[in-house]
């Protein structure tokens, strides 16, 4: 079958079948914009069915099923294909549907990734093809490298995907929040169950969408597919084994400072790897989103870039089904999920340590300024725990000069005023919920 006519028969195939059922996210797309849309984030995060919650916005909006085009390009009976080949799709579309300003086509292209030079379909398309709105996905970051972003310059806007939120788990489970009541409504029980199964099964949407089915080893699976699908086949890496268990041994040590060096000191056991390779093992494990570093905010960028760093997993449902541990690691899930939820709405985040140790495990950069500081310890209640953690925090307020943090624990309302800071006391699964981006 030549390429025009399997682009035809999926064509066809597309327009014929229902839209399947999908959980509506919280993340909002102005399709009247004329800019490619494109959407990045780990494997299995939801972008399809957010690509369909987008065609059902345009179909709702008056828009004719025949003027949507969804192609998935894992499907294999499309593979290979390449850039060229795919720029027949829209000559396939005219030779059916008029198209014009009035009759836009809204070509929706899922893991773009694989089809090779699809930057220059891409491009041409949207230089040449007016009344084209174009939708793509990813499932890496260096999708749009630097050479890429430079070709569209201007052309695009980027939506970063992520598992579902506690709110958008909670959505789907059918609990309204009324954050006027929700401190002491009996609804708090009840979100509070649901926020402990969050943390322990993470917000995969197939974990959140089939209880029943056995979540360990269904996000172990996921594992295994990013590690080959998206790292080793993608940078054709030899020493797969490595590559896994240097991925097992990060998600085990999430929130823990590194250097390249410590860690090449710390894996040693497992095998011998240089600086170099450690650099480029972790540079894919974030491409692949499944791994994200965290840097040390310092006023000097050199002693910046000298300061270890921290990394946290893409979810905390991940880490459980994967790290290898033997205790409670309540503390590091509590920390994850922080970082996750600062990371859907916040670019620059960083952690920050005094001359004296002393630490701020997140700090928000807005503007010229650090003006926002996060404590997370999920206990409290061990007097030496809280007075090292509160100590932490208010150097950091007093080494810049900010007026009040933020204590993230497990359960507990409170505000007080030490050294003239204001510290305001509260449990993660609140804190989620009122700073969800919108």
């Known amino acids: 079958m030549d390429t025009k006519t399997k682009l035809k028969y999926v064509f066809v195939e597309w327009q014929e079948q229902e839209l399947p059922t999908f959980q509506k996210r919280h993340k909002i797309l102005d399709l009247n914009k004329p800019h490619i849309e494109d959407i990045l984030g780990v494997r299995r995060s939801g972008k399809t069915f ?31 294909l390449n850039g060229d080949e795919l720029r027949l799709l829209v000559d396939i579309y ?116 089939y209880p029943s089915i056995k979540h360990r080893e269904l996000l172990q699976s996921y594992f295994e597919d990013i590690i080959h699908k998206d790292i080793i086949s993608r940078h054709n890496l030899r020493n797969t084994q490595t590559m896994k268990q240097l991925s097992i041994f990060c998600i085990s040590n999430i929130a823990k400072p590194y250097t390249f060096n410590s860690l090449k000191k710390l894996f040693a056991n497992y095998a011998s790897l240089s600086t170099d390779v450690i650099i480029n093992y972790l540079s894919y494990l974030e491409d692949a989103f499944l791994l994200f570093s965290l840097k040390h905010y310092d006023f000097s960028l050199k002693k910046q870039i000298n300061k270890p760093k921290k990394l946290y997993c893409i979810d905390t449902g991940m880490i459980n089904a994967v790290s290898f541990r033997f205790s409670n690691n309540i503390g590091q899930l509590y920390e994850n999920l922080v970082f996750l939820q600062l990371l859907r709405s916040i670019k620059e985040i960083y952690y920050w340590q005094g001359d004296k140790g002393l630490e701020v495990d997140f700090v928000i950069k807005e503007g010229l300024k650090a003006n926002r500081f996060i404590q997370v310890c999920s206990d409290i209640s061990d007097a030496d725990t809280r007075s090292r953690e509160i100590k932490g925090l208010i150097s950091g307020l007093e080494f810049f000069d900010v007026p009040e943090g933020t204590v993230i624990t497990s359960d507990r309302f409170e505000e007080e005023t030490i050294n003239g800071k204001k510290i305001r006391y509260v449990p993660l699964w609140y804190w989620l919920l009122e700073t969800e981006p919108h």
């Open 50 to 80: 957010f690509m369909y919650q987008l065609i059902s916005q345009l179909i709702d909006s008056g828009i004719p099923r025949t003027n949507i085009v969804y192609i998935n390009l894992d499907d294999e009976r499309l593979l290979p």
């Open 94 to 209: 005219k030779e059916f549907y008029e198209i014009s300003e009035k009759h836009k086509l809204y070509l929706f292209l899922d893991e773009i990734q694989n089809v090779p030079a699809w930057e220059k379909l891409i491009k041409n398309t949207y230089d040449r093809e007016r009344s084209v709105k174009i939708v793509i996905s990813g499932s890496n970051a260096s999708l749009l490298s630097n050479d890429l972003s430079t070709l569209l310059t201007g052309r695009h806007l980027t939506t970063r995907m992520f598992p579902f939120s506690f709110a958008e788990f909670l959505d789907f489970h059918n609990i309204l929040v009324d954050f006027k009541t929700l401190q002491f409504s009996k609804t708090n029980i009840e979100i509070k169950k649901q926020f402990n199964e969050y943390m322990e099964n993470g917000g995969f949407p197939e974990v959140i969408f």
